[in-house]
């Protein structure tokens, strides 16, 4: 049989797992395995040549009882309704792991970034915000970046609802530029928020990390400073990093300056000097210690999770790895941290950002980050409790399995409380 791969099919494939081990509500699971709303456009923007070319966009809020929702706009050329679908899912679960004031969301556009120039994104970014300005809001749906959209595009689309609404409403974004009002520390807070998850992990596995070989796909904002950090604070060494296009493996260890040179000259770190290229396919089955993906969806899948055995799998991309994978994984022992324990740490630094544009009252950089480890060290606690506790009751879960039971039962409650059941 051909693996599922429809990654809305997946996250509810997911949900009815979680919903059946902890013998959820049906009217509850009624509730949660569809998005509360599901809005697509279809609108103009204009390109170099003066004409207008017509693009299409969505926003998905999933679910809305603990917050307003929440969750990054996707720029990609192959984006679908049932990426959006799934990715506003995996945001509530999330937020509500997480346990902070939000439920969850998510948008795409049909776009090649690598095709459009700065003002073709600008005229898109603007005409995307006109399309869906109804649905948005800082206490109605808070959107972000997430692939191929960068901080400047939010502070273009901060302008253009601001601009509708005839007044400055910064929170109605995250990830801003430190200019109109983003946080220090947002930028690298999902990598930051995903190492000091790994440094609970390995304490936990015993592993020292100073000694550790660690391989990274993905070279976007996740990625980069997933490298940087791994290797200037815990000093690990990267052996092995990719782009799209591929990527490279030096045993000795990798030079950030010298791949963003490559990339800078070249267009792929492939271009690096020393070392040897690799595959895609072949960096995720490399002799790691760690391995983080830092990409997107179904990388590590039921043809290739057989060959995948790091100590540590630390989910920074959203949805790298497949239900068939995610059970392949946990026979062989690997510990497979899923992405939205690991990659929580985007959200919770557009939570601290949204905090402070609500109140005009600004933290520092050191706040910030003490602020984070403080809440993702609680989720990987209450994570690794909840396997615990189910595994004294007799039923073996996986750390994402115990994730889900914790942020669904939120969810569940806030609905229940509220009486959506
Ligand atoms: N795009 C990031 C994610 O998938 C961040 C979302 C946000 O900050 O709202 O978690």
Request: proline share 4%.
């Amino acid at each position: 049989m051909v693996e599922e791969l429809d990654p809305f099919k997946i996250a509810q494939q997911q949900l009815d797992e979680a919903a059946s081990i902890m013998n959820l509500d049906k009217q509850a699971l009624a509730l949660l395995r569809e998005p509360m709303q599901t809005v697509i456009v279809n609108f103009p923007a204009k390109m170099r040549d003066g004409k207008t070319r017509t693009f299409r966009g969505f926003r998905v809020l999933y679910n809305n009882a603990r917050g307003p929702g929440k969750g990054g706009i996707r720029y990609h050329p192959e984006e679908t309704i049932e990426t959006v679908k799934a990715l506003s899912a995996w945001m509530t679960w999330k937020c509500s792991l997480a346990n902070i004031q939000y439920g969850g969301s998510k948008g795409g556009v049909i776009c090649d970034t690598k095709k459009l120039n700065e003002t073709e994104l600008e005229n898109i970014s603007r005409a995307y915000i006109r399309a869906i300005s109804k649905f948005i809001g800082p206490e109605v749906d808070v959107p972000a970046p997430d692939v191929y959209t960068t901080p400047q595009m939010m502070a273009w689309m901060m302008d253009e609802f601001s601009r509708i609404k005839e007044h400055n409403v910064f929170g109605v974004i995250t990830g801003k530029p430190l200019e109109v009002w983003g946080s220090e520390g947002r930028n690298d807070s999902t990598a930051l928020g995903g190492l000091y998850i790994l440094r609970e992990a390995a304490k936990m596995k015993k592993i020292d990390l100073k000694k550790a070989k660690v391989a990274i796909q993905g070279f976007g904002n996740a990625g980069h400073f997933a490298f940087s950090i791994a290797s200037e604070m815990f000093g690990c060494k990267i052996v092995a990093i990719s782009d799209s296009q591929g990527g490279v493996y030096d045993e000795k260890g990798l030079d950030l300056k010298k791949l963003d040179e490559a990339k800078e000259k070249t267009g792929s770190v492939q271009g690096y000097k020393g070392g040897k290229k690799v595959s895609n396919e072949e960096l995720l089955e490399l002799n790691v210690d760690i391995l983080i993906p830092a990409a997107i969806e179904n990388q590590i899948h039921g043809g290739n999770a057989a060959r995948i055995k790091p100590k540590i799998l630390l989910e920074l991309a959203n949805g790298p790895v497949t239900p068939e994978a995610d059970k392949i994984l946990s026979a062989n022992g690997v510990l497979d941290l899923p992405d939205f324990l690991v990659n929580s740490g985007g959200v919770i630094g557009s939570y601290f950002e949204w905090i402070q544009n609500q109140q005009g009252y600004y933290w520092t950089r050191e706040e910030f980050d003490k602020k984070l480890d403080v809440i993702v060290t609680k989720s990987f606690k209450d994570v690794m409790a909840t396997q615990k506790e189910y595994a004294e009751k007799g039923k073996k879960i996986n750390p994402r399995m115990a994730a889900y039971i914790i942020a669904v039962g939120r969810v569940a409650s806030a609905m229940k409380t509220r009486g959506w059941y």
